[in-house]
C-alpha cells in the first residue's frame, strides 16, 4: 500500500501570503493520479488539482500543483481568506486497486 | 446539475450493520465514465476511501475494509449503497459518497473524484 505523507502538519500564515504544501509517497505514483481537495469545517473535501497539476473547473489560479514520482507541491500564491482550509492529497495505485490519502495540511491563519 | 445525497441512520449499535445509500439525481449512475465511490472521516480525523463501485457492478474495496463491507448498485433507483458489518466505535465517522472520473486527454487518463455528496455522520454506540 502505498502511504501519502503530507508536510507540514500546520501552516499558519497571513492573507496575501504564500503557502507550499507537500505530499510524499512511500513509492513512486503516477502523475495522472494524484489529487489535491480542500476541505472546510462542516463540508465535503472539493477538487482542486487532478493529474497533480491541472486545475479543476472553477478553480482561481493562485492554486498550482507541481511535482513527480514520489515528491508533490501544492502552492497557494497569495492567500485569500476563504483558502484558510485543511488540504489533503490522494492517489490512486492500480495494484491492488486502492485509493489513498493524505492526513491533511491545515493551513491557519496567523 | 448532477447532486449525491447520503441517506440512513444515524445511530448504530456496536457488532451491527451500518447500511448507506447514495441517491445520484440529475445525472444517470449507468454512464460508463464513471465509477462511484465511499470515503468516510472519523470525527477530527482525515480521510479514508471504503470502496468503489461501477454501474455494471465492479466493485474494489479498501483491502484493510474489505472483509466487512459490501457496496452495490441499483440502476432502476440511480442509487448505490454501503454495508460495513460488525462495526465497532472506530466506524464513527462522517461517511461521504463521490463520484470517480475517468477523463481521457491524449495519451492520459486522468483519474480523481469530482463530486461528493453533503456526508451524514454515522455514530456506533449502544
Known amino acids: 500500500e502505498i502511504v501519502l505523507t503530507q508536510s507540514p502538519g500546520t501552516l499558519s500564515l497571513s492573507p496575501g501570503e504564500r503557502a507550499t504544501l507537500s505530499c510524499r509517497a512511500s513509492?513512486?505514483?503516477?502523475?495522472?493520479?494524484l489529487a489535491w481537495y480542500q476541505q472546510k469545517p462542516g463540508q465535503a473535501p472539493r477538487l482542486l488539482i487532478y493529474g497533480a497539476s491541472s486545475r479543476a473547473t472553477g478553480i482561481p489560479d493562485r492554486f498550482s500543483g507541481s511535482g513527480s514520482g514520489t515528491d508533490f507541491t501544492l502552492t497557494i500564491s497569495r492567500l485569500e481568506p476563504e483558502d484558510f482550509a485543511v488540504y489533503y492529497c490522494?492517489?490512486?495505485?492500480?495494484?491492488?486497486?486502492?485509493?489513498?490519502f493524505g492526513q491533511g495540511t491545515k493551513v491557519e491563519i496567523k | 446539475q448532477l447532486q449525491l445525497q447520503e441517506s440512513g441512520p444515524g445511530l448504530v449499535k456496536p457488532s451491527e450493520t451500518l447500511s448507506l445509500t447514495c441517491t445520484v439525481s440529475?445525472?444517470?449512475?449507468?454512464?460508463?465514465?464513471?465509477?462511484w465511490g465511499w470515503i468516510r472521516q472519523p470525527p477530527g480525523k482525515g480521510l479514508e476511501w471504503i470502496g468503489s463501485i461501477y454501474y455494471s457492478g465492479s466493485t474494489y474495496y479498501n483491502p484493510s475494509l474489505k472483509s466487512r463491507v459490501t457496496i452495490s448498485v441499483d440502476t432502476s433507483k440511480n442509487q448505490f449503497s454501503l454495508k460495513l458489518s460488525s462495526v465497532t466505535a472506530a466506524d464513527t465517522a462522517v461517511y461521504y459518497c463521490?463520484?470517480?472520473?475517468?477523463?481521457?486527454?491524449?495519451?492520459?487518463?486522468?483519474?480523481?473524484?469530482?463530486?461528493w455528496g453533503r456526508g451524514t455522520l454515522v455514530t456506533v454506540s449502544s
Open positions: 513509492q513512486s505514483v503516477s502523475s495522472s493520479y
Open positions: 490522494q492517489q490512486y495505485g492500480s495494484s491492488p486497486p486502492a485509493w489513498t
Open positions: 463521490a463520484r470517480r472520473v475517468d477523463y481521457s486527454s491524449g495519451w492520459y487518463v486522468f483519474r480523481y473524484f469530482d463530486l
Open positions: 440529475g445525472g444517470s449512475i449507468s454512464s460508463s465514465s464513471y465509477y
